[in-house]
């Protein structure tokens, strides 16, 4: 008889995440434990509460994942519990606190169906953000020029310079985008633009989008009005405005909740995963495919 599907569900907010929860159940978990207000110090007990209890074959129906709205907090805690494996007595973790690894993989896979990222120019505006950093990262990582968008430049080049410690060769541009002009002049010979601000906040203007003339693909991951790019609709998934192809935060959230799931079921197939933003990335590739 199998064993059941144990999911540990650890949130560094108060109150676990209830859309997590009913993302791991609908993905097919048996049963969710669930933890608020986790710290990394607060993880050792729980970590070896799910490694003690089964034998190391029996490990992969066992996994955990981290989540919360602090996407820095996530990553403490992953660390924390890496930290407390011991050996082959470990599970496999998906992370996506705020859902920022799955989001950004949505968009990144939305925007590279209209434009060769390796041969491409790309702007993420809300660069710093925890979904932009993440789009920036995994955008340069497939050989796109990337400019990183912030109202603080100096926040977009710790950006910059945290994605290429990790990317080897990455092309990466910190932009300041405070005043509207700057928008338009980081625009400028640009294909790619993602918008990953803060809800209810305009990032690019129509006249802004209508000036830069290069750009084939615009992604907005904002529902909230006034809506990031101007022009798109929150239903938008591919729908070409004014020659430009447009995925709004609807239409990317489809792509992200079937990554958001598949990346629960993957957990179950082997207790030695880590799956972070470029693994999520890749899961959401071949669904795609």
């Known amino acids: 008889m199998s064993k059941p599907k144990i999911l540990l569900q650890l949130d560094s907010d108060p109150q676990p995440s209830v859309f997590d929860a009913v993302v791991a159940l609908d993905a097919g978990v048996d049963q969710l434990l669930r933890h608020g207000g986790m710290t990394p110090e607060t993880v ?8 003690f ?13 981290v989540g919360g709205s602090d996407v820095s907090r996530g990553e403490a805690l992953v660390k924390a519990v890496e ?3 011991l050996g082959p007595l470990r599970v496999s973790v998906l992370l996506d606190a705020n859902g920022a690894n799955t989001t950004a993989a949505a968009a990144v896979l939305a925007a590279e169906k209209h434009s060769q990222l390796a041969d491409s120019i790309a702007v993420v505006l809300g660069g710093t953000g925890p979904v932009g950093r993440r789009a920036v990262h995994l955008l340069a990582r497939a050989g796109a020029a990337v400019r990183v968008g912030s109202r603080n430049e100096a926040r977009a080049a710790e950006v910059c310079a945290h994605v290429s410690a990790k990317v080897p060769n990455a092309m990466l541009s ?8 700057d928008v338009a002049a980081t625009l400028v010979g640009a294909h790619v ?8 906040v305009e990032l690019l203007s129509k006249e802004a989008r209508d000036a830069a003339t290069a750009l084939r693909v615009a992604v907005d991951l904002n529902a909230v009005p006034p809506v990031g790019i101007a022009g ?9 405005r ?18 958001h ?15 972070d933003a470029e693994e999520v990335f890749e899961i959401g590739r071949q669904l795609e495919s």
């Open 44 to 51: 050792r007990e729980l970590v070896y509460g799910v490694i």
């Open 53 to 65: 209890t089964r034998g190391p074959e029996d490990l992969h129906h066992t996994a955990i994942f």
């Open 83 to 85: 930290g407390s494996f």
């Open 174 to 181: 910190p932009c300041g985008t405070a005043a509207v002009d």
């Open 193 to 200: 633009v993602i918008a990953a601000g803060a809800a209810g």
């Open 232 to 240: 798109v609709k929150p239903h938008d998934s591919g729908n070409v």
């Open 242 to 259: 004014d020659g430009i192809a447009c995925y709004g935060a609807i239409g990317v959230g489809g792509v992200k909740m079937k990554i």
């Open 261 to 275: 799931k598949q990346a629960i079921r993957q957990l179950f197939e082997s207790n030695a995963q880590v799956l």
